[in-house]
């Protein structure tokens, strides 16, 4: 039976091999926000090829996009997110500490155990800040998470969640850019783009990965919630009508996802969003849910799927008949009323024309929404074991070998009668095909040790019967069973078990 992890054994883990590192630690480190270190960038690479490879490469109907992270300010107008991208908040009145009025929790009742009287984080989509305002009702039960104190809170006001900098150098010429706060309205802005240099018909979809940035309220957690992240975005673009239908089938493509790349079905699960929970312009939505071992062990958000009806494309539609209106208000955003007409829509770039059926429509999108570093912590916390072997505690990461930030260890047994030298040879060859390691320090049962937490899931090793019968020994993270093979197989037959 395997282990489940503490959120802290994952986060000393990580720290002890290199996998992630508080950013600027030298300097007392930054809040929220984390440096991945030769192992971690390894593991966040092969999650993003991963998600890569099933999303783009396999599919003939989706292309890849890499778009800037500054984009024209008129990009989070037309999005909404210029006005409405903001959590709900309340300030404890006694130590002054803001919370998101989501993730207050109640007051336990005396009957309740401790420990267990966590309730599970009401989930708020960011962008639905109405409903938001109309559900933060009553907080005179809500507990201050940092000292405790019950009932005590401001009213609840909007906190705005994008970052803001300066663009130019000129006084006349410089303007308040924001980081974008998703990678998905780089998509949208390029759609015209993509139609006209590609040869893509709908349904199709764009995929971008990249960086994005939120001024969070509430991070802790580790890498779940940060200030500056990774997502993975598809915006999935299909005639009206058969959207329910692709909604489906992505839903179902991305929890497969997770669960061919090994993490446990008992740890995944669907959540609907109820109707007043949805955004305004969504039609349905569901979050792939992982069981966290945060708090009294809730299910978070892995994943967002969302059927964000043709919202984004009329919007930017609007957005670009809006220009000339940001240009008289000298970039001031606040005053400007995105035009509104309706008739013009279809007439716009961002329209569609389908040359079989000989009818124009602004398409539907399906947006499956993931974290990349969401979903590193999930692996490595699915991953994690421990074993008792021989009286001794064994650490391990049961990463798939697709996640492995390094497939094959290279060990010669012992540093003499030549053994090095061919275990050198052996690694210079395997690494041409897979991330490898070479090792001749140390104990060998210390060398396994370290790959298994490292999450290898081969070691090599050259011993004395090598120099006889040109065979090493291959032996297995999981089950620790180690088998021969002759040199001149190794790399087919590694090849075959890693499925590479
Ligand atoms: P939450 O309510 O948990 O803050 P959200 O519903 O606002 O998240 P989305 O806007 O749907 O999140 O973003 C899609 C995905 O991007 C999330 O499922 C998550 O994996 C990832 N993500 C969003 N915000 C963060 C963050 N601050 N840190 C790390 N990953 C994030």
Redesign the pocket.
């Known amino acids: 039976m395997s282990k489940i992890a503490k959120l802290d054994d994952i986060v000393s883990l990580c720290k002890r091999r290199g996998f992630i590192f508080q950013s600027s630690e030298i300097y007392g480190g930054l809040a929220s926000c984390y440096d991945y270190g030769p192992l971690g960038v390894e593991l966040k690479n092969n999650v993003k090829k991963a998600w890569w490879k099933s999303t783009v490469q396999m599919r003939d109907d989706v292309v890849g996009l890499d778009c800037s992270i500054l984009m024209h300010p008129m990009v989070w107008k037309a999005s909404g997110h210029a006005d409405k991208f903001a959590d709900l908040i309340a300030e404890c009145k006694k130590c002054n500490t803001r919370t998101r009025v ?1 993730h207050l929790k109640e007051k336990p009742l005396p009957s309740e155990a401790e420990g267990v009287t966590e309730q599970a984080a009401q ?5 639905a800040l109405d409903a938001a305002m109309a559900k933060a009702r009553d907080l005179s039960n809500k507990v201050c998470p940092n000292c405790g104190t019950v009932g005590r809170f401001t009213e609840p006001m909007p906190f705005k969640l994008m970052f803001e900098t300066q663009m130019g150098a000129n006084v006349d010429d410089s303007m308040t850019m924001h980081l974008r ?2 990678t998905a309205q780089g998509i949208f802005a390029n759609f015209r783009n993509v139609l006209d240099t590609t040869r893509v018909k709908i349904p199709f979809g764009i995929a971008q990965i990249g960086k ?1 940035f ?1 001024n ?1 309220v509430t ?1 802790k957690a580790f ?5 500056e ?3 993975a ?1 598809l915006e999935f673009f299909c005639e009206p009508g058969t959207d329910e239908q692709w909604f489906e089938h992505w839903k179902q493509a991305r929890f497969d996802w997770y669960i061919n790349l090994g993490l446990k079905k008992e740890n995944l699960r669907f959540r609907e969003h109820d109707i007043d929970e949805l955004a305004h312009y969504a039609k349905g939505c569901v ?2 849910e992982y069981k966290f071992p945060f708090g009294s062990g809730d299910w ?5 799927i ?1 059927n964000r009806t043709d919202f984004d494309l009329r919007q930017h539609q609007r957005g670009i008949r809006t220009l000339n209106k940001w240009y008289e208000s000298d970039g001031d955003l606040t005053n400007i009323e995105l035009s509104n007409e309706a008739e013009e829509y279809l007439k716009g770039p961002l329209s569609y024309f389908d040359d079989q059926q000989k009818k124009r429509y602004i398409p539907y999108v399906i947006e499956p ?7 590193a912590l999930a692996f490595l916390v699915d991953g994690y074991d421990e074993e008792e072997v021989r009286g001794e505690t064994r650490n391990l990461l049961r990463f798939s070998p697709a996640l492995a930030p390094v497939k094959v260890a290279v060990f010669p047994l012992v540093k003499k009668e030549g053994m090095p030298d061919i275990a050198k040879n052996i690694y210079n060859d395997l690494k041409k095909h897979f991330n490898c390691f070479y090792d001749e320090k140390g104990a060998i049962g210390r060398r396994y040790r370290r790959q298994d937490e490292a999450g290898t899931p081969f070691c090599l090793t050259i011993d004395g019967q090598t120099l006889e019968d040109n065979t090493v020994t291959v032996r297995d993270r999981d089950s620790m069973d180690q088998i021969r093979v002759s040199t001149d197989q190794l790399t087919n037959d590694l090849r075959k078990k890693l499925d590479m």
């Not at 989930?123 to 962008?127: D, V």
């Not at 978070?300 to 967002?304: D, I, N, R, T, V």
């Not at 929404?369 to 979903?375: E, K, T, V």
């Open positions: 989501d989930h708020t989509e960011h962008i706060p998703e994005s939120r969070e991070t890498i779940f919630r940060t200030r992240f990774e997502q975005e979050d792939v978070q958000e892995l994943e967002g969302a929404s993931a974290g990349i570093d969401r979903s």
